[in-house]
């Protein structure tokens, strides 16, 4: 009969022994110490003052540090925490821990990402598709420890917590007496194995980040970095912490980057949310603050330069135009003129300068970055006008602006992204409101029918989004695509980032849009 046990109430059972111990060396040591007999038989002086409390001090210490050993090392096979301490941080040949097979880690249909293989009575965790889910899936290794979700859901895919005193006695009995191998519990991710391999392919070996979520739900179904390591060689990779490509660094959820025109989401849904309907005039010669600036320009601007000609500029326009058109120099107008208090607020609403859990248990926590944004002076209006386009102090991370977009997709409430299959959806919180949403979401599709996106139109597919062309003080510039599909009833969010890539209409949308069409061609979008 097996005898039923919660593991909240073994906690607490646990709780109650460890300070019941520590009483008891506590009493005895009292006991020890107070001893006048004692004292008189060796022809010691009885200790005083001080000297008697740092003799009982010393003595608590010892003797707690001894039971706390003692009750780790003894009982601790029988314990699920105690496992998975041991397969991530001991690193002997001989590890009692490393018996159990653990579970499999697979994508929503059920491919494996992860899995465990037995070969001359060993077992080798294999890694399928090598790099192409390293930045989620992470890796675990004797001698190495464990990463990614292989070291924060590391009790699950060990079998869990047992449920009842019969179960926990057969698992230590298991892995001490080594005649039948444990076996750990399969964990299934929001990951789509297809998608997750053609982001990877479509980044064609250049450094990047994709990902792509629902906006109603948080399910991650794309979390890809490049380049990343090979977690079926872990051994050999040591020296990758000197390699200059960072194939450790998840660039989708830590990577940070200046966001360019992407930004102009967040500009644009302050302007709205504050009832912005006007025009504002956008000359060839740019704005600045003051005539000790450089002034900020239209990259028409520049274009016509580098062929000779001259360009008029856009004159006066509305919000939904110069979006459409990415004028830096109407937006760099617009964050002055509602200020600072204004547009930190409205960064604050959207959650920048947080780090989001999307995984956390007991043994560590999966996060994202959302950004860094430095407070400037009030008196730096050019500094303003530099972060109302998306450059100077501030850096977004490539799963913080699939998150913006998810939550102009999903009527501006935004939902934590979630790695988790069975895991429930949770509202982080509302970045704009319904309306604001509203119209964002129609000015992205004029960005895709009629402005800078232009050429991922496509028939098949209502797509809205967002070209970036980041300005990068290291090299050529980045290339970025945020945005949603379909247009109308958005079910993905999207953001592409390619390092030094370029411009964002030409190398960062393609990869969006084929990631979208093949989403469309699975069931993913309906």
Known sequence: MKLPLDPSLWSSVRLVLHVAFFLAVFYLLKELVGLRDLARLRHLPKPKGRFRVALILLGLLFGGLLIYQATWQLTGVYRPQFISFMQLHDRRDFNPAHWIQRGRLLDRNGEALAYTRERNGQVQRVYPDGPVFAPVVGYTQPKFGATGMEAVASVHLNGGEPTSLDDWGELGRQIVARDKRPKGKDLVLTLDAGLQRLAVERLQGRRGAVVLLSPQDGAVRVLASQPAYDPNRIDSSLFLQQDPTAPLLNRATQGLYPPGSTFKIAVAAMALERGFRGTLDCPANGFTTSSGYRRIRDHEYYSARRRGKTWRGYGRIGLAKAFSRSSNVFFAQLGVRYGHDTFYAMTDRMLMNRTLVLHETAYGRFGMRTGELGRIPDSDKYGLAQLSIGQGRLLVTPAYMALMAAAVANQGVAVRPRLIDAAPSAALGRFMSAETARQLSAMMRQVVTQGTARGIDDPRL????????????????????????????????????????GYGSTVAAPIAHDLLVRAQEIGLIR
């Open 462 to 501: 209502a797509i809205a989004g967002k070209t970036g062309t980041a300005e990068n003080p290291q090299g050529d510039p980045h290339s970025w695509l945020v945005g949603f599909a379909p247009a109308e009833r958005p079910q993905l969010a999207v953001a592409v980032l390619v390092e030094q890539g």
